[in-house]
């Protein structure tokens, strides 16, 4: 049974896929420095030790389900080039207000680079509690997430 | 392109191209940023001067090269000159094999030279202005109560907000230098006085003075991007910001930024903001942490320890993330020679390294320390340890740190200073 969460567009398209879901703030450079630093990577797998919900796992092309982003202020530029190498999340789904970092990840990949993140924040805390990694959600441009159970 | 902040004339015209293409691209970014927080309008920076954080070249992050490479070509440059977040190598002081200067210079920070050129057209202070540390008086990147700044870097965006009373959001690369560019940024977040109200209660508990590094990292945890106002820490830092209290706040705010998200802390009676406001900024209904040494010993054990064999025999110490004060470096040369003498050493059992900015180092050297500090064994640098262990071979290495943000970022293993000093100095039994 899917369930529908209403939230707010911060840069939005039709979209389908999986979720993977971290509970807690994500650290953007710990996240994703690892990876990026490979020659031609093809995937993002998580390196933050901190978060053992996502650490090891791939983090391309899915929808990155979480509160916030924290950590290093390099983090919008890690985003916007994780984005421009293509192994950032398709999504990123914000339960919470989106914060700075994330929005300049996701702005200066809009206004300078080729590719996009698509992202929606204020989904509030039930999204994050119901949403969980491998299950599949559809993105509208409206900013309504369904998420199938 | 639409957009809901008030923008003056200027703003607008340059958001229609009236200064260039990529004028309009550096507005457009500011603007959508201050729309997606809300912000009514632009304000003018009062500090002029910008502390950027991507210090280095490293080959993937293409997208800055090319954006810097735009910058250049328009002619575009900051209004005042900038510092930066320092430097990732120093192959005299921080000594690499063949293989760590291979990996280092061929697969890792092949830019870094072009990448230094383009800043210096764009508008780098000069050559000494690499550190994290860019507010401390021998750098002199140092806003007043009230400027509105332009800068990103975690722990010294926290610093300045904090300590110095400057008002920056937590920007991030890239955002700082545009709002630089364009003298203004958007109004939103920590430049309001209602953004710069507390959220949280912190009540230090403790049975003796916290270690910097945990209680900020037990704050940073709990309340993530929140503002905490901090009780409990006055009457063991004092009610001046001294050099000791500098340095405690500028440690204590580089943990709550890098192990959460805070870009602004008050403590009472000591910190610009809490001593002329008091409580009267903390929030209605914000909620209430006690730090005891139960949590801060809780927030260490939650520490996972990355080293392949747990129970190896360190190879390097980072002493410095951030950047250490003129104090600290007296002080770590004190510690360090104190204890050496007491375990009847002469140098440092562990290859250590401290890391102060490049003018601190300066105004070291020309001190008695100096020399006592070299006759350790210990080494001195002005690199960040941070992009220094970012690479595969360094990251295999048993490295201790007493940086939380290092211990974050890195496979580096977090020791309190007393531990630090027990382990570099030989303490028999360690």
Known sequence: MAKEFKGRVVLAEDWSGEAIVSTVGVNTLATFQKSAMKNNPKEALCGDQNNPELYGRNLTGKALCLPQTIGSTTGGMVLQTACDMGIAPAAMLFSEHIDSLAAAGIILAAVWGKNQIIAIDCLGEEFLAYVKSGMRVQIDKDGTVRVEG | MEYKMKLTDEEKAILQGSQGETMQKVMRTLVLYGDTFDAEKMVPLTHKASHLVTSFGLGMITPVYNIMDELIQAGIVTEEKFTMDPRPLDYENVKCNFIEKLV???????????????????????????????????????????????????????????????????????????GSIAGVVPYFGLLTDEGRKADWIIEVKTSKIPEAQVLGSAIGLKVMEDVPYIVGLDPYLGTEIDARAQAYLKDMGAATASNGAVGLFHVENLTPEAKEHGRALIKEGAQTFVVDDKVLEQTIAGYPIMWKDKEATPKLCFIGCPHLSLSQLDDWTAALTENLEKNGKSKVQVRTVLTSAPDVIEAFKKTENYRRLLQTGATLTSICPLMYMNNPIAGKKAVMTNSNKLRTYTMARYYTDAEVLERVCGKEGI
């Open chain 2, 104 to 178: 280092f210079n061929k697969f890792m920070y092949t830019k870094q030279d072009d990448y230094e050129a383009q800043l210096k057209k764009v508008g780098l202070k000069d050559d000494n202005a690499f550190s994290c540390t860019c507010y401390l008086e021998q750098v002199g990147n140092i806003p007043k109560k009230g400027d509105v700044i332009s800068w990103a870097e975690s722990s010294a965006v926290v610093y300045a907000n904090s300590v110095l009373g400057a008002r920056c959001n937590r920007n991030s690369a890239l955002i700082e230098l545009f």
